[in-house]
Antibody
Framework: EVQLVESGGGLVQAGRSLRLSCAASGFSFDDYAMHWVRQVPGKGLEWVSSISWHSGYIGYADSVKGRFTISRDNAKKSLYLQMNSLRPEDTALYYC????????????????WGQGTLVTVSS | QSVLTQPPSVSGAPGQRVTISCTGS?????????VHWYQQLPGAAPKLLIS???NRPSGIPDRFSGSKSGASASLAITGLQAEDEADFYC???????????FGTGTKVTVL
């Protein structure tokens, strides 16, 4: 069974940093692109970042570009999101999601999703 | 920001048919990028419902169907059941933004 378990969320002050992790199991992690998607509680979904299977392709939403860095360690079957210069508007539940392919580029979809880790940024 | 527009809510009685629209533009759905749909039950993570415009993953009931025309897509739920109460999101890719985009989300209520 494919499982994705996020961790690393918490309460942090504006301007500080946080690193999220996503531990994957049940599939060949290094064969698939991965994504981060966030959701403000009670609001809609927002794509954050994507990374291809070999980290050759990386994409970011404009709202986080220059502040967030996605990375992966295929040997550890883990996905990461380094979040710097955090803002109150970054407060959200952060999900990691598996791609159905390896590139992470357009046309793909997300399946499955983890349960999410909550990030709260105080001002 | 959501570039795909959905109605905030739709409702129907048990057994009825409801549809959810997802309106995009020439840089996403209209450009030919596939549309995918997710169901998010209360307190749960999103779950893939429809992929590639109209394909149901294994385990998804055939009461759910998807279609696409031009720059818009639709999700239809026939034989509405109480367990279908959830939020539904469409998703595609936008070439202008060079990233994935989600719809604004639609809450389905079973009367």
């Amino acid at each position: 069974e494919v499982q994705l378990v996020e961790s690393g969320g918490g309460l942090v002050q504006a301007g500080r940093s946080l690193r999220l992790s996503c531990a994957a199991s049940g599939f060949s992690f290094d064969d698939y692109a991965m994504h981060w998607v966030r959701q403000v509680p009670g609001k809609g979904l927002e794509w954050v970042s994507s990374i291809s299977w070999h980290s050759g392709y990386i994409g970011y939403a404009d709202s986080v570009k220059g502040r967030f860095t996605i990375s992966r360690d295929n040997a550890k079957k883990s996905l990461y999101l380094q979040m710097n210069s955090l803002r109150p508007e970054d407060t959200a539940l952060y999900y990691c999601a598996k791609d159905i392919g390896s590139s992470g580029r357009g046309g793909s979809w997300f399946d499955p999703w983890g349960q999410g880790t909550l990030v709260t940024v105080s001002s | 920001q959501s570039v795909l527009t959905q109605p905030p809510s739709v409702s129907g009685a048990p057994g009825q048919r409801v549809t959810i629209s997802c309106t995009g533009s020439s840089s996403n759905i209209g450009a030919g990028y596939d549309v995918h749909w997710y169901q998010q039950l209360p307190g749960a993570a999103p779950k893939l419902l429809i992929s590639g415009d109209s394909n149901r993953p294994s385990g998804i009931p055939d009461r759910f169907s998807g279609s696409k025309s031009g720059a818009s897509a639709s999700l239809a739920i026939t034989g509405l059941q109480a367990e279908d109460e959830a939020d539904f999101y469409c998703q595609s890719y936008d070439s202008s933004l060079s990233g994935y985009v989600f719809g604004t989300g639609t809450k389905v209520t079973v009367l």
